[in-house]
């Protein structure tokens, strides 16, 4: 039956639209019948370059998705726990990865589409098992991918009838620059190179293009696939463009030297399709595979080169690399649990002088409005999430060894001052909320209400700052002194609200700047009170009573 232009092309979106749903219900299945770790397996799969391209493989089939295991990698490095040397082997690791998606659609089991589908429906509608529902997931998918691609076959087959089409095969046969560039563009369209490349797989399987004109657009589709890598990077800090950028390059690269030897190239893969008696699209998978394999066996020896390259590429401070665990050794605990408490210490005084300088950056940013101050806490933050979280495992792990009474109480110890350090990141953030707010929407507040946040301000950072010294070195009489700082600080924010409220019965201060000054200074009592309860922790004394710490949010 032969089809009208109308249908071809509806026939092929659905075919796409079908294809795309398929991958991305078989994906959500499969990494939910995994558990929801993947961060984790990531985080430990990464001390080499070989486990970490490893780990990329496996969560990419996991994910089926390159450019999701480059974003959650983006993720990991932006927050601390993931170097950028340690992102590039998985990146390496997701694009051999991607390639189980092209063998998978090599296979011709079209046939079975729709049966393999109506299992996956059953298993989700009359099973209240979630895992059974999960398992569903991935036959719907399955069935679905393959459904998709029967209908694209049959929406490109009647292509070839066609002389503009004909014309435009030979065009791409004669010019591989044409080709790649298709492929490229192609797949930042899709945002999918798994579906640019079943197209692909489709085109070379009803004979609509040779391998001249498809081995091109297969490596415009690798290159193509890296705008969703440098989208996540865009948003992210220095770290993660940086990572976002290795992806890039990676396969930027290899692209260019797979042209400069596409001739060599071509003969190789025309000599598996006689050799192993493959099909057109089986033919497809093994040139995405070989090209992505040998791209990695190429840049492996080369990631110290890489991480020089992208850090000329993407200038800037890399926070996550100046406060990276660097005292956190595993090895400590089986030694000794006091060396491992000692170590601990010293990094939660680095997080400390990491959330220092974010309080230093708000009250820069609360005198002057700087975009580049605003953006450099947010980074910073995404760092504390990540110091404080390395921090906390450390610790909680501690528990696995021996470990003696008093070493088990400055363990709590520790563990509260950590999460008390996060707490103040919160409350620094918060504050520089608030100023963004007062610049975005013109807010004024009268010279007396300015003059004494400023003051404030300035109380409650450099008592701050000697509560983060005072962490790794005790001295009583300092720890004295901080204490009171800190209840002169809740004195402090009592007078500027009662000055508030006078100004505000004069008709001094506006609504809208009344109410944000009161959120203000009330961030910065918290800010002191949570400083008052870091120092108490670190009392040595031990009345044996216990008192409850109070931490403000």
Do not use: W
């Given at each position: 039956m032969e089809l009208s232009p109308m249908e071809v092309l509806f026939t092929f979106l659905g075919g796409l639209g079908i294809f795309l749903y398929g991958i991305k219900s078989m994906g959500d299945g499969l990494q939910a019948s995994a558990g929801d770790r993947l961060r984790e397996i990531l985080n430990r799969m990464t001390t080499n370059p070989f486990l970490g391209i490893l780990a990329g493989i496996i969560i990419t089939i996991l994910i089926q998705s390159s450019s999701g295991t480059t974003a959650i990698t983006i993720g990991l490095v932006s927050a601390g726990f993931m170097t950028l040397r340690q992102a590039i082997g998985v990146i390496m690791g997701a694009n051999v990865?991607?390639?189980?998606?092209?063998?998978?659609?090599?296979?011709?089991?079209?046939?079975?589409?729709?049966?393999?589908?109506?299992?996956?429906?059953?298993?989700?509608f009359f099973f209240k098992s979630p895992k059974v529902n999960n398992f569903g997931r991935v036959f719907f998918g399955f069935g679905a991918l393959f459904y998709g691609l029967e209908l694209m076959g049959e929406g490109v087959g009647p292509l070839a009838d066609l002389a503009w089409f004909s014309d435009l095969m030979l065009q791409l046969?004669?010019?591989?620059?044409?080709?790649?560039?298709?492929?490229?563009?192609?797949?930042?369209?899709?945002?999918?190179?798994?579906?640019?490349?079943?197209?692909?797989?489709?085109?070379?399987?009803?004979?609509?293009?040779?391998?001249?004109?498809?081995?091109?657009?297969?490596?415009?589709?690798?290159?193509?696939t890296t705008i969703t890598a440098l989208l996540a990077g865009l948003v992210g800090t220095i770290a993660a463009k940086r990572a976002a950028a290795v992806h890039v390059v990676f396969n930027l690269i290899g692209a260019v030297i797979f042209m400069l030897i596409l001739p060599l190239f071509t003969i190789y893969v025309g000599y598996l399709e006689t050799a192993l008696g493959l099909n057109g699209r089986m033919t497809i998978a093994f040139a995405h595979g070989s090209y992505n394999l040998v791209n990695m066996l190429i840049h492996l020896p080369l990631i110290g080169f890489l991480a020089w390259l992208v850090t000329k590429i993407v200038p800037g401070k890399d926070f996550s690399e100046d406060y990276k665990p660097i005292h956190l050794d595993e090895s400590l605990m089986m030694?000794?649990?006091?060396?491992?408490?000692?170590?601990?210490?010293?990094?939660?005084?680095?997080?400390?002088?990491?959330?220092?300088?974010?309080?230093?950056?708000?009250?820069?940013?609360?005198?002057?409005?700087?975009?580049?101050?605003?953006?450099?806490?947010?980074?910073?933050?995404?760092?504390?999430?990540?110091?404080?979280?390395?921090?906390?495992?450390y610790l909680q792990n501690l528990s696995k060894y021996d470990i003696s009474n008093d070493d088990t109480i400055r363990q709590t110890t520790?563990?509260?001052?950590?999460?008390?350090?996060?707490k103040v990141s919160e409350q620094v953030v918060y504050f520089?909320?608030?100023?963004?707010?007062?610049?975005?929407?013109?807010?004024?507040?009268?010279?007396?209400?300015?003059?004494?946040?400023?003051?404030?301000?300035?109380?409650?950072?450099?008592?701050?700052?000697?509560?983060?010294?005072?962490?790794?070195?005790?001295?009583?009489?300092?720890?004295?002194?901080?204490?009171?700082?800190?209840?002169?600080?809740t004195n402090i924010e009592k007078k500027?609200?009662?000055?508030?409220?006078?100004?505000?019965?004069?008709?001094?201060?506006?609504?809208?700047?009344?109410?944000?000054?009161?959120?203000?200074?009330?961030?910065?009592?918290?800010?002191?009170?949570?400083?008052?309860n870091i120092i108490e922790l670190s009392l040595e004394e031990d009345d044996g009573t216990e008192e409850e710490q109070i931490i403000f949010d």
């Open positions: 990865g991607t390639t189980v998606t092209a063998f998978v659609i090599g296979l011709d089991i079209g046939a079975y589409a729709l049966p393999i589908l109506a299992f996956g429906v059953v298993l989700i046969s004669d010019n591989s620059l044409l080709g790649f560039a298709v492929g490229t563009v192609l797949t930042i369209i899709v945002q999918s190179s798994s579906a640019t490349i079943a197209i692909l797989q489709n085109f070379y399987m009803n004979d609509l293009m040779d391998l001249n004109a498809a081995l091109p657009v297969l490596l415009g589709d690798n290159v193509g030694q000794s649990s006091s060396l491992a408490l000692q170590a601990s210490q010293k990094e939660i005084q680095q997080l400390g002088k990491l959330t220092l300088s974010m309080l230093e950056d708000a009250r820069d940013y609360s005198e002057e409005n700087n975009p580049k101050l605003e953006k450099q806490i947010r980074e910073k933050e995404n760092v504390v999430d990540g110091l404080n979280e390395s921090i906390r495992k520790l563990l509260e001052v950590n999460r008390m350090l996060y520089t909320d608030l100023n963004v707010k007062k610049y975005h929407k013109g807010i004024e507040l009268s010279e007396s209400a300015e003059k004494g946040l400023n003051d404030f301000l300035k109380h409650v950072g450099k008592s701050y700052r000697k509560a983060v010294d005072a962490i790794d070195i005790y001295n009583p009489q300092e720890i004295e002194h901080i204490l009171n700082m800190s209840q002169k600080a500027l609200r009662k000055q508030h409220v006078k100004r505000m019965n004069k008709g001094i201060c506006s609504t809208d700047g009344g109410h944000l000054y009161v959120d203000l200074i009330s961030t910065l009592e918290r800010i002191g009170y949570n400083t008052r």
